[in-house]
């Protein structure tokens, strides 16, 4: 059975810092796009980043330079760090695993974690 599980989520104070995890299990990274989308109140879930099937790696301009996307594929766990982090990057993270590249879509993923909240007070 294929399961994504996050962790590392939590409440930090604005220019806080937060990594997120997910461990895989039921498949291994190769071939798949692994990556995180982020879905605020009120919106829909929208693509962060991720690491391709090819190894490249994709920021949407609101978290690059702010966050990294990384992987240990020995420990099936990839991880978006999360740096210098505003009000506005409250809300739930998902990460998620498919068969395309960026720019992610939330339909183009095959499997998906259960999210984890991640609050920024100002």
Do not use: H
Request: with cysteine; proline share 3%.
């Amino acid at each position: 059975e294929v399961q994504l599980v996050e962790s590392g989520g939590g409440l930090v104070q604005a220019g806080g810092s937060l990594r997120l995890s997910c461990a895989a299990s039921g498949f291994t990274f190769d071939g798949y796009t692994i990556g995180w989308f982020r879905q605020a109140p009120g919106k829909g879930r929208e693509g962060v980043s991720c690491i391709d099937y090819s190894g490249s790696i994709y920021y949407a301009d609101s978290w690059k330079g702010r966050f990294i996307i990384s992987s240990d594929n020995a420990k099936r766990t990839f991880y978006l760090q999360m740096s210098n982090l505003k009000p506005e990057d409250t809300a739930v993270y998902y990460c998620a695993a498919g068969g395309d590249s960026w720019p992610l879509e939330p339909q183009q993923m095959w499997y998906w974690g259960q999210g984890t909240q991640v609050t920024v007070s100002s």
